[in-house]
């Protein structure tokens, strides 16, 4: 029998990289890859060409622009054109060259802002979303939403996973463009090393967060791409195509800090900047219909972000250029 090939875009990112090391491992995965700098996905042409000339089996989409509530608050022309550009080549190329499945990563950012807590799949386009990051829910709406129209003109099996807020190794540790879980561990690492008195966190510290790992996120993409076409549909309803992946399990910012604080050896004082978002106020995923299906998250908070800390500890260098 031949190697099913998969393509995965965005192979060298946090996500990416996990879940090419998970298919690396497995017999019969013939893996397509290319870097950036090799096809910059924003571009039609270049990957139309790409596509036409690998034709993969099946193609898993997690190239992205991406980035913390700084960045998004700071670029938003940026999120949205390149995550438009990027699935909108990426899904339809795909899909010319004869793609029968692919895998879309969107985010828990497609809810609205007040969504009911937790948030349901079906809390979908029922509100206003966060300010900070709006440009790039309304691009993740949109991969969704061609998934789902692609599936019902042609007949393809275009499915989509709304990861929570992921940390792990491979993370972006810059000090304003990062997520807060990285961004935390190398301020509270600097901090304790250099014996600050101090560490400023922005916000209030009340926003709550769900955090999953690298690896359980990976674990899950492939969880779900693996699932034959009948277990797929029956979990999704009719133009509700996208599945939550989470631990189902949130916490504030402020007992981030103080986990933060712990593990990096910090015991100075932690303090609010409120001048900085706080984006949303809470954003916990109902993961119901995942764990109906039968995947849940396993590793514990407190080993993913050691684990977490001992990567960058390990890679700090090409953070301090
Ligand atoms: N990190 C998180 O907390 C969350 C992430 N997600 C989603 O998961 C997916 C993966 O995110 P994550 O791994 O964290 O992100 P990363 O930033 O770590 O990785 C993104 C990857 O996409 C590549 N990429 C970006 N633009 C282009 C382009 N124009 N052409 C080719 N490649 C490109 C990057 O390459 P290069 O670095 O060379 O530019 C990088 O390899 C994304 O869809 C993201 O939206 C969803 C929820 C939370
Ligand atoms: C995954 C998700 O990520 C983004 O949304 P977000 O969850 O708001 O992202 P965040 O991790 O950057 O912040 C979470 C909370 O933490 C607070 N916070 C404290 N101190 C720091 C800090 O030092 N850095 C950052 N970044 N935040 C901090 C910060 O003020 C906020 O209250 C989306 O834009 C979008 O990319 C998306 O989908």
Redesign the pocket.
Known sequence: MSAVKVYV????????SAIARRLAARDGVELVTR???E????NQVAVRSFMAIERPDVVI??????GGIHANNTYPAEFIY?NLM?QGNVIHQAFEAGVRRLLF????CIYPRAATQPMREDALLTGVLEPTNEPYAIA?IAGIKQCESYNRQYGVDYRSVM?????GP???FHQKNS?VLPALLRRFHDAARAGDAEVVVWGSGAPRREFLYVDDMAEASLFVMDLPAAAYEASTQPMLSHINVGTGEDISIAELAQAVARITGFNGRIVYDSTKPDGTPRKLMDVSRLAAMGWQARTPFEDALQQTYRWFQENEGRWRS
């Open positions: 875009a965005g192979h060298r990112g946090m996500v990416g870097t950036h700098a096809l910059d996905l924003t989409l997690a190239a992205a622009k991406v390149e990027i990563l969107g985010s828990s993740k990861p929570t807020n992921l940390f491979g993370d972006n997520h």
